[in-house]
């Protein structure tokens, strides 16, 4: 996969949001949301992007369609930065590049009917001319298993699962190469989140689909993934192909996601990893490593050093600084020492 040119392609993104305060709203401080974010998504390849609540997952994914503007960083979308993208030319661009959203509630505009939450896309990007809008959309609700019929009924008369195969459906409207499906089944039923799983696996061996797959839940994103991203306080801190990240995990945070993943045998005894503490305030992220203060193995260098991700082998890439090859760390510790002398130095100055 790694001789393939990326299809997508993420350098240093960042989104910073500023906290303002007092009578003239001056900014005080800056949570980073996202904090320097580097990946890369092969054609026809699922990647799984996990973390807990608040790491910054949903936004990556948004910064990266630019449903939100990034503070910095760039976006290359089969070579093209879309972050210097005009108006118009990113319109264009959308037509290659979907979202599925969390929440199938909400995502559906209740006042409009199946065919015309399908039908929008279809006239806005005039893919379809009008007589041709209700035949594409029946199309499109029976590639998602829906009956053609459900083109003239509303959101509301509709379950969970079936509003986001009505979502899915919408997605597929432009025929995009590349969709991030941000948590597409956490609201869903154990039973119909299995459903919508297959449904995505199998419109991705149809249609020849990349997926970016955003969830909380290490179970559904083994099943479904070919490499995963582990993301702590807005920055990738693990990424490697699933079966070296779920059998040989090398951050201390993945070991401790992995551990918490319920085992569905009683007989099973399995050593879990309790984190102590929580999650630092994305406004005032700790020195060196941002994990440091819960890490279990934490040494001095830790408190010091920013990690990097580093490949320590077969594309298994990692920022912990106590699993980075001897050479790299002693380059690391060496770099570390001289700034703090030179530190010293100004302030004696």
Not at 295 to 301: A, F, L, S, V
């Amino acid at each position: 996969m790694s001789e393939t040119a990326p299809l997508v392609e993420v350098k240093g993104l960042k989104k910073y949001f500023p906290v303002r305060s007092g009578v003239w709203g001056r900014v005080q401080a800056q949570v980073k949301a996202v904090d320097g974010v580097d990946l890369t998504i092969y054609p026809g390849e699922t990647l799984g992007v996990v973390g807990e609540s608040g790491c910054g997952k949903t936004t990556l994914g948004r910064l990266m369609l630019r449903l939100l503007e990034a503070t910095a960083g760039q976006v290359f979308f089969e070579g093209v930065d879309l972050l210097q993208l005009g108006k118009e030319e990113m319109r264009a661009r959308r037509r290659s590049m979907q979202i599925i959203f969390q929440d199938p509630y909400s995502s559906l505009n209740p006042r409009m009917t199946v065919g015309g939450i399908i039908g929008e896309a279809l006239k806005v990007h005039r893919l379809a001319a009008r007589d041709e809008v209700a035949g594409r959309v029946e199309h499109l609700l029976e590639i998602v298993g829906l009956p053609p019929s459900y083109v003239r009924r509303y959101p509301h008369e509709f379950s969970g699962g079936q509003r986001q195969r009505i979502g899915i459906a919408r997605a597929l409207a432009v025929s995009p190469r590349f969709i991030i499906a941000d948590e597409p089944v956490s609201a869903l039923d154990v039973s119909i989140q299995a459903q919508i799983i297959n449904l995505l696996q199998d419109l991705q061996r149809d249609l020849g689909l990349t997926y970016m797959f955003i969830a909380h839940d290490l179970s559904v994103v083994q099943h479904i993934s070919d490499r995963v991203a582990v993301m702590y306080l807005g920055r990738v801190v693990e990424i490697a192909r699933r079966e070296e990240l779920y059998g040989h995990p090398s951050h201390p945070y993945t070991r401790a996601l992995l551990s918490a993943v319920p085992v569905p045998d009683p007989q099973v005894v399995r050593s879990r990893t309790v984190l102590k503490g929580d999650v630092p305030n994305p406004a005032n992220v700790p020195s060196g490593c941002p994990f440091h203060p819960r890490c279990p193995e934490r040494e001095d260098i830790c408190t010091r050093v920013v990690p990097r991700l580093v490949d320590i082998g077969d594309g298994h890439c990692t920022a912990c600084l106590l699993r980075y090859p001897a050479e790299v760390r002693a380059e690391l510790e060496t770099d570390a020492a001289t700034g703090e002398i030179r530190e010293q130095e100004s302030k004696s100055l």
